[in-house]
């Protein structure tokens, strides 16, 4: 067995990617904050996030932290000297030896305090090295960036699983259907990052499909007004999809920007190729033997 956890994690989190993890797993608690601290300093500057607060939370305890607190960042938070957070926040908690950070993480009025004060203070500081992908350093705003050009696979291997959306399910008009492809029709719920229109390989309930975020222009009067995510599965509805209110969709890769077909005929031939490229790329072979 490895030796028990001890010590206080702190830092933002969002995404919850490998780096971060790199960080989790060493910690036996959490310290964070629900809201993005730019949100209240500068919310022109606050960056478009990876998850809610919830999901966020939800994540860090996955790694197998036992207690995380999540506290608001107020005005008088902000208005906290670096000393009182310490005192108020990091110094509260029993046999808690370690603080356990990245080396960008600051704390306190002005962002006046860091690792070295924390040593300072008599604190045992480990400030984690970045985690590394493609001889970069892996950071929330990479992914931030890579997710929103469409460069799924590769915020995926940042993550270390597949980023996922959560949507609203909705009964659609019937088109897909109609063209031999039936689809899942889903409003997103809450998710921030300006996502590229256009098809995606994903999976829902275990089941890979294929996904088009968009408006269907080819439809003419019957596209939709705003975006929509359409899935349509490879192999059928799968379990726990048919009666699902929301529906958690995890995106495995982009496979191209939509666009306006001449004809119906058109979309059907382009939506067979894209079921076949993501069947090729996405499921793996023995399980397509199953099938």
């Known amino acids: 067995m490895g030796a028990a956890r001890r010590g206080l994690a702190v830092g933002f989190f969002d995404g919850v990617h490998l780096g971060h993890q790199a960080i989790l797993r060493r910690a036996s608690a959490v310290l964070t904050f629900r809201n993005h601290p730019l949100s209240l300093l500068a919310p022109e ?6 998850m809610s607060p919830e999901s966020r939370i939800a994540a860090i305890r996955g790694c197998g932290v036992e207690k995380v607190t999540a506290l608001d960042f107020t005005p008088e938070l902000a208005a906290m000297s670096a000393e009182d957070f310490i005192s108020r926040h990091i110094a509260c908690g029993e046999g808690r030896e370690t603080v356990y950070c990245g080396e960008n993480w600051r704390f306190g009025r002005g962002g006046a ?9 008599g604190f045992n500081v480990e400030v984690v090295p970045y985690a ?3 001889g970069g350093r892996i950071s929330s705003t990479r992914i931030r960036a890579a997710i929103e050009a469409g460069e799924i696979e590769d915020a ?9 959306v959560t949507g609203t399910v ?8 109609g063209m031999g ?14 996502l590229m229109r256009g098809v995606y390989a994903v999976e829902v309930c275990g089941a890979v499909a294929a996904a ?18 359409e899935v349509h599965f490879l192999d059928g509805l799968p379990e726990g999809a048919a ?22 005929e058109a979309l059907a031939l382009q939506i067979a190729s894209d079921c076949a490229e993501i069947r090729r790329r996405f499921i793996p072979l023995e399980r397509q033997r199953q099938v």
Request: hydrophobic content about 35%; aromatic content about 8%.
């Open 170 to 177: 909705f009964k659609g008009k019937g088109l897909g259907s």
């Open 181 to 194: 492809y039936p689809t899942l029709n889903l409003r997103l719920d809450g998710v921030a990052l300006r």
């Open 156 to 164: 995926n291997l940042m993550l270390g699983r597949a980023w996922s």
């Open 132 to 134: 590394l992908h493609r």
């Open 45 to 50: 500057r606050c960056p478009r996030l990876l």
């Open 113 to 121: 305090g860091d690792p070295s004060l924390l040593k300072s203070c």
């Open 243 to 264: 009666d699902a209110s929301s529906l958690e969709v995890m995106l495995l890769g982009y496979i191209r920007p939509e666009r306006k077909f001449g004809s119906k």
């Open 212 to 229: 088009n975020y968009g408006v269907a222009p080819t439809f003419g009067d019957g596209a939709w007004s705003s975006p929509v995510l």
